[in-house]
């Protein structure tokens, strides 16, 4: 680029000239609340969809021998348990 007197200065100018309207646009829309509320619905929808996936998937997990999500929590919920049982006996 250093043989090509200018092209800096150009490129920088019409980058300026889009980069201006876009960030308008794309700061009006981050902050309304039409964006916020379509946010909040794919969230929802995206948990819906986990739990139905991971309702479905469970029995073939568990027919394979493999883990479920519900296996690893018991699991986790009795390894607290007896750390609180071993710290209230020290």
């Keep these: 680029m250093s043989n090509m007197p200018g092209i800096g200065s150009s490129l920088r100018g019409a980058f300026d000239v889009v980069e201006g309207p876009l960030t308008r646009a794309s ?3 981050l902050q309304s609340d039409a964006l916020l509320d379509a946010l909040a619905v794919a969230w929802k929808l995206r948990r819906r969809a986990a739990r139905r996936l991971e309702a479905a998937s469970e029995p073939w997990l568990r027919v394979w021998g493999f883990a479920t999500r519900s296996d690893v929590t018991a699991l986790a919920n ?13």
Excluded at 78 to 90: K, N, T
């Design 27 to 29: 700061e009006a829309s």
């Design 78 to 90: 009795q390894v607290a348990a007896l750390e609180r049982e071993l710290r209230s006996r020290r």
